[in-house]
């Protein structure tokens, strides 16, 4: 494994990077203070973004996309990740890559949009009864002739309000296991207007301001099986297929943001000063630089290495539980530790770090809880001795 960029990376992350200080960074405070991204905002980075070709860089280039590989991909995310997470999601859209799954009907209408910027997209799993259990979702999709009727409700869903069409996940049968009966799942494509699907505002989120979540409701919600994606009682396998790397995304913004909070508090160190001297030079300040840095470097390399192993093929369940997992929690000590270093300061909103310190407390719940990566870690450790 080589550990240094090719020259190519290192020129995605200086355009990342200097796209993200120069059209980012500027609107963060408005967003903060009011938690509300202006539509205007949207189009006019958006614009620059797809002008960059940073837009939609998560794509394979046959579909209009940047085609990185997905270490290069990462090393890109983790430059965005260092912004207001509203404004780099929205301005700089990444479409799911469950949308590669359809059929060329449903790409043209659907990915190809996505793509140019024409069209957002949401992805609707999570339940109010079932969250990290999935299999245990009420919401149903019932066949009815040629076509499949949609009841229940979907909610905690990112930046529904703003989607042209949701990929929402319907319990449409049951199988028997071991361990006995399970949900057997379909993903529809379901877009805004249909008939009998509606979208309401969600709850207010002390993590990333701007970034909205929103509650679906379906009541008879008719679709033809055009709509669906993939498979009939195939979603899991689907969503396994496409998403798996989704928690390397988390992982790489939390590196960008932890990043970012160690800069600000390794100058403070440097131009603070009390007693005398910098307070960089007492050691339980310097102390705490030294841990940030190392805990920011384990998890930049768990999180590597996983995108390194997941294009030759190689990645496992557990390599990117780990990577996930020990950024999600490196980023929240990395952030705390900045606002101690700051004192008093560290809290107040002139610097970024309130909102690192805010925003980092939804990474260890999304996309897979804590619990549920550590849980997938020791399964995979334990598996081969029959536990």
């Excluded at 960029?5 to 967003?31: D, L, N, S």
């Excluded at 979540?213 to 496409?242: M, T, Y």
């Amino acid at each position: 494994m080589h550990f240094g960029m090719t020259e190519e990376q290192a020129m995605i992350v200086e355009t990342t990077r200097a796209f993200v200080e120069k059209e980012i960074y500027p609107h963060e405070a408005e967003v903060e203070r009011t938690g509300h991204l202006p539509i205007e905002i949207v189009k006019e980075v958006q614009q620059k973004a797809i002008e960059t070709g940073l837009y939609a860089a998560n794509m394979p280039e046959e579909v209009g996309g940047a085609g990185l590989d997905t270490l290069t991909w990462l090393l890109y995310e983790k430059e965005l990740g260092r912004a207001n997470y509203a404004l780099h999601w929205t301005c700089v859209a990444r479409p799911s890559n469950i949308l590669l799954a359809g059929t060329e009907a449903q790409k043209e209408k659907y990915l190809y949009p996505c793509i140019k910027g024409e069209k957002w997209d949401c992805l609707a799993m999570t339940e109010p009864g079932a969250g990290s259990d999935l299999r245990g979702m009420t919401a149903t999709a019932r066949e009815d002739g040629d076509d499949f009727v949609l009841n229940g409700t979907k909610h905690f869903i990112s930046h529904a309000d703003i989607a042209d069409f949701a990929i929402v996940f319907m319990a449409t049968g049951e199988e028997d296991t071991p361990r006995g009966k399970k949900k057997l799942i379909t993903a529809f494509f379901v877009d805004k207007g249909t008939s009998g699907f509606s979208i309401r505002d969600g709850y207010r989120n002390v993590s990333h301001r701007g970034y909205t979540n929103a509650v679906l409701e379906f009541d008879d919600c008719r679709l033809p099986k055009s709509a669906i994606l993939g498979e009939v009682h195939k979603g899991f396998q689907v969503a396994n297929d496409w998403l798996g790397a989704t928690r390397l995304q988390v992982a790489s913004t939390c590196l960008g943001r932890a990043e970012r909070a160690l800069e600000h508090a390794v100058s403070y160190c440097a131009e603070r000063k009390q007693f005398g001297q910098q307070i960089g030079k007492f050691q339980g300040v310097s102390f705490k630089l030294a841990d940030m840095a190392t805990e920011l470097k384990a998890a930049n390399l768990l999180t590597q290495e996983a995108a390194w192993k997941f294009d030759q093929g190689t990645v496992t369940e557990s390599d990117m539980s780990m990577a996930k997992l020990k950024a999600t929690e490196m980023l929240a000590f990395v952030a705390d530790e900045a606002i101690q270093i700051h004192g008093g300061m560290g809290l107040m909103d002139e610097l970024p770090l309130e909102r690192i310190w805010r925003d980092a407390r939804v990474e260890r719940i999304w996309e897979g809880t804590s619990e549920i990566q550590r849980h997938i870690i020791s399964r995979e450790m334990l598996r081969p001795l029959g536990g």
